[in-house]
């Protein structure tokens, strides 16, 4: 069968069902959620880095001997930050997807959102002798954070559409009635979850998030693995070769369970333990799609030397973005989108990538992932940043670079000569 044929057919299948996964006002409000919590994770993140030197205890240099006193004598003041940000970040992920969702119902957000962070805390953190515990704030949260913002959302959305709630008087002010009307949603949502969350702990001991993190530890456990992330590659890359933003959707999916593993890997840093996770965001960001998408770093870089006009020109264009991991101008400048030649390169670099980078953090050659970058930072920095400045890390991503380049070599100058030819054909 002709391999036009074949993409032909999985746009048909796959650019429908794509469009709707994407549209999804779930996905879409969880995506939005952890999108507006960024920041504190961010910040959170960089702030465990000073709490652990990335230097050893016989480290004689003046600096590190200095950072490292600091950190031993100050580390619960240190910190600090990173408590009240990524050690519960579950507590910001919850109202803020209960937000999201409600705002795409055109209900009212703020409320809904209160409701959500409400019902999160009487199921994760119940008061016991006057001390709340944040064992389920954090990372191990997160599943929980969703599946209540979800729920009590809908509940919310199911009352407001049937109008059932407190009617007071017009004559009564707006913010009241509107405060008001939560009484039943938030008296509902008490006697539904409470009898529940105390029915789990009477029965198996646990705490709901801790019966959920139970529940989905071997598709947590599975998601951590290299099969996994050369599944998610695929299918990203299948996606945004039939034009479609794959990293959107896939991302979405993967979001709880990357945050979830960062989160273990603090937590266990936090604890004197060695992290031991690796799929997590930046291990997609900084390794497996340096870049961009495709990784397609390595095809810029060969862009700048070409013959044709055309590849030059868009290499120039591309080549600052790509520091910063944007690659829309190569994608859909050269283009990659839907260009038969460059569908083995597009899908395999990311996949040698992840193999290189899974197995050198695997056998400790690469430190692992314990900070939260900001996927936009330029892959050297960002890898360094997220393994608590590992000097491996960004050889590393200089090496993957060096491996996407070789990659792509032989299809860059396929692609080249008949540019060429055309360029020759053109020009008499």
Known sequence: MDINRIFSALEKVMLPL???????????????????????????????????PPFSEQNNFFIAR????????????????????????????CPAIGYALARHYRMEALNTALLSLVAFLLVCSPLTDGVMSASYLGGSGIFTAIIVAVSVTEISYWLHKHNIGIRLPEQVPDN?????????????????????????????GMLIPQAIMDLFSPLLSASDSLPAVIIAVLICHILWFAGIHGANIVGGFLQAFWLTNLGLNQMNIAG??????????????????LGGS?????????????????LRAIGKISLVPSLFNINEPVIFGSPIVMNTLFFIPFTLTPMVNAIIAWFAIKYGLVAHIISLAPWTSPGPIGAAWATGWDINAALLV???????????????KLYERSLLAAETVSGE
């Open 18 to 52: 794509a469009a709707k996964i994407s549209a999804q006002r779930h996905i879409m409000a969880i995506r939005d959620g952890f999108i507006s919590v960024m920041p504190f994770m961010i910040i959170g993140s960089f702030v465990l880095i000073f709490a652990y």
């Open 272 to 289: 004197g333990q060695a992290a031991e996770n690796i799929f997590v965001e930046p291990f997609w960001s900084f390794f497996v799609t």
């Open 398 to 412: 200089v090496l993957l670079t060096l491996s996407s380049a070789l990659i792509y070599y032989p299809f860059y």
């Open 66 to 93: 200095g950072w490292l006193y600091i950190a031993a004598e100050y580390k619960q003041q240190l910190l600090t930050p990173y408590n009240m940000t990524m050690g519960i970040m579950s507590v910001y992920i």
């Open 294 to 310: 495709g990784a397609t770093i390595g095809l810029v870089l060969l862009y700048l030397r070409s013959k044709s006009a055309h």
């Open 176 to 204: 009241i009635r509107k405060s008001f009307n939560q009484l039943i949603p938030l008296s509902l949502i008490l006697l539904l979850l409470f009898p529940i969350s105390l029915a789990v702990q009477s029965l198996s």
